[in-house]
């Protein structure tokens, strides 16, 4: 049966400690050998509703890294569900590619790909979650601290599709995660729920709460990401107020540990959720996470398109 990506949640704890682990070995490879053509000849399809730097570029790399090849769509290519409906996208690129990889406005595009689809279909980020983005996160922590075990995170900000994902590592993994919003920006009571009955089985501790220097104070990492998303541009000023208290600065950052790091999937919106000091100072590894998109997003590729 084909595998798809379309949430955090799709993943075992295993199958992601697994990925992390082929990331490692792939890099190493590649470092060596340039290309590792685990998916010669395939494809890869982008279609993006969204614009993007990171996921983009990665993406496209890491498929010719495996000696595959990609084409890019844009909003104005397809119009998913418009010109077409999206099981009919679906059904035509299955008979000429071999992956879609999908950046959409409502998460139902996604799971309407991958149920039409006889192809893998991988969530490049939608309205309800940004799953590559949290494995590469994972893989930075790794980095820096060794392993998962025994680690916190703080998130600070708003409950998002990043956020959900990171909700969803954290419970299925089994780490350690304080979830701070204000009022009336919490996660999405489904993805709660879901985090609530994966912690059971691992036993990961995640906290929801309104006060950002409670939830700062005993993490490894502190994680925050804009206030308002793609497709959210016209709340932005309002946001702006209300968000004000969740912005990691110094004085935010003086009471978590001095060890801790500062994690930000990009792009920051430098002066709103992030100062320029935190963002570009020596405790914040966010150009780590953007290098290890490529290093996560070639072994999940490689996992769904490895020639048999
Ligand atoms: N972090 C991330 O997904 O970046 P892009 O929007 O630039 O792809
Ligand atoms: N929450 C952000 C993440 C961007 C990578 C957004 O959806 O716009």
New binding site residues.
């Given amino acids: 049966m084909k595998k798809d990506l379309t949430s955090i949640a799709d993943l075992s704890k295993q199958e992601i400690l697994d990925l992390l682990h082929e990331a490692g070995a792939l890099k190493a490879e590649i470092s060596r050998q340039g290309v590792v053509p685990l998916a010669r000849g395939k494809m890869g399809v982008l279609i993006f509703e969204?614009?993007?730097?990171?996921?983009?570029v990665t993406f496209e790399r890491a498929l010719h890294q495996l000696g595959a090849t990609s084409t890019y769509l844009s909003p104005s290519d397809v119009g998913l569900g418009v010109r077409e409906s999206v099981p009919d996208v679906a059904r035509n690129l299955s008979r000429w590619v071999n992956c879609i990889i999908a950046?959409v406005f409502e998460h139902e595009k996604i799971t309407q790909l991958a149920e039409n689809a006889t192809i893998p279909v991988i969530n490049?980020?939608s309205d309800l979650e940004?799953p590559c983005?949290i494995l590469a996160d994972l893989l930075t922590i790794v980095d820096h601290r060794g392993s998962l075990e025994g680690v916190t995170v703080a998130w600070t900000g708003d409950g998002n599709n990043v956020c959900h994902s990171l909700m969803l590592a954290a419970a299925t993994v089994g780490f350690n995660l304080n979830v701070a919003t204000p009022k009336g920006f919490e996660p999405a009571p489904a993805i709660t729920e879901q985090t609530r009955k994966l912690s059971e089985k691992s036993g990961a501790k995640i906290r929801l709460t309104y006060d950002p220097c409670e939830a700062v104070a005993e993490a490894d990492f502190i994680y925050t990401d804009v206030w308002a998303s793609?497709g959210q541009e016209n709340e932005a000023e309002q946001r702006r107020q209300i968000f004000r208290p969740y912005q990691v600065n110094r004085q935010l950052l003086s009471r978590a540990k001095p060890e801790t790091k500062v994690l930000h999937?990009?792009?920051a919106h430098r002066g709103e959720e992030i100062t320029d000091e935190v963002l570009d100072g020596p405790q914040s590894v966010v150009l780590d996470q953007?290098e290890n998109?490529l290093h996560i997003q070639r072994a999940i590729l490689a996992r769904l398109l490895r020639n048999g």
Avoid at 50 to 56: A, E, F, I, Q
């Fill in positions: 969204k614009p993007s730097l990171r996921t983009r950046r490049a980020l940004h983005q793609m999937c990009l792009p953007a998109r």
